[in-house]
């Protein structure tokens, strides 16, 4: 089965610091994805950044970069450089790549950006 | 742009009543799922589709069902709401050739 762990409930960042999200996950699958969402007050859910299993290096976007661990099913989340506009909750979120393509999320994390 | 669309932002049912919700994307998406979102608990899986009247239970399908009769869109029914099912539910789609699941608004149902 699969499961997605974030064990951070909330966070605290300073403005232009970096900050690291954490992710834990476990699935049997040989093929699969892990994801970041942001989801600010206003409820709406953002894409962030992509990792999938077979790819060999990290994956960035922008401020973004996930620390891909395989051998430690972790896939924690940076962020560079932070802002205000960051206060957030932040879900990872794990998918199969198989033909029934299920799409987990964990519980999320609340960060706060204190300026 | 994608969109997902879901039918209701807000939703007032009573104890016992059989209720629709309705998500619609525009983007031949082969992928739509079902989640509810409360407070210290995440997004929980509710149901999933890969295809035209193909579903899967997700992880907390008790209570719920679902109906995919056309590709563009994904019903979840609550066959007798109970107050326990108050929540916001989140409707997604996405491609198999994407990376990226696509959301909607979302609809906060209260079960009174």
């Known amino acids: 089965a699969q499961k997605i762990t974030q064990t951070q409930p909330g966070m605290f960042v300073q403005e232009k610091e970096a900050v690291t999200l954490d992710c834990t996950y476990d699935t049997s699958d040989p093929s699969y994805g892990l994801f970041w969402y942001k989801q600010p007050s206003s409820g709406e859910m953002i894409f962030l950044i992509y990792q999938g299993s077979y790819d060999q290096q990290n994956a960035t976007e922008g401020r973004y970069s996930l620390n891909f661990q395989k051998a430690r099913k972790s896939a924690n989340l940076v962020i560079s450089a932070s802002q205000l506009g960051d206060s957030a909750m932040y879900f990872c979120a794990m998918s199969r790549m198989d033909s029934s393509y299920k799409l987990i999320f964990g519980s999320g994390t609340r960060l706060l950006v204190r300026p | 742009d994608v969109k997902v669309t879901q039918s209701s932002r807000y939703l007032v049912k009573r104890t016992g009543e059989k209720v629709f919700l309705e998500c619609v994307q525009d983007m031949d998406h082969e992928n739509m799922f079902w989640y509810r979102q409360d407070p210290g608990l995440g997004l929980r899986l509710i149901y999933f589709?890969?295809?035209?009247?193909?579903?899967e239970k997700g992880d907390i399908p008790e209570g719920y069902s679902v109906s995919r009769e056309k590709k563009e869109r994904f019903s979840l029914i609550l066959e007798s709401a109970s107050t326990n099912q108050t929540s916001m539910y989140l409707c997604?789609?996405?491609?198999?050739?994407?990376?990226?699941?696509?959301f909607g608004q979302g609809t906060r149902l209260t079960v009174v």
């Open positions: 997604a789609s996405s491609s198999r050739k994407d990376t990226e699941a696509f």
């Open positions: 589709s890969y295809d035209v009247k193909m579903k």
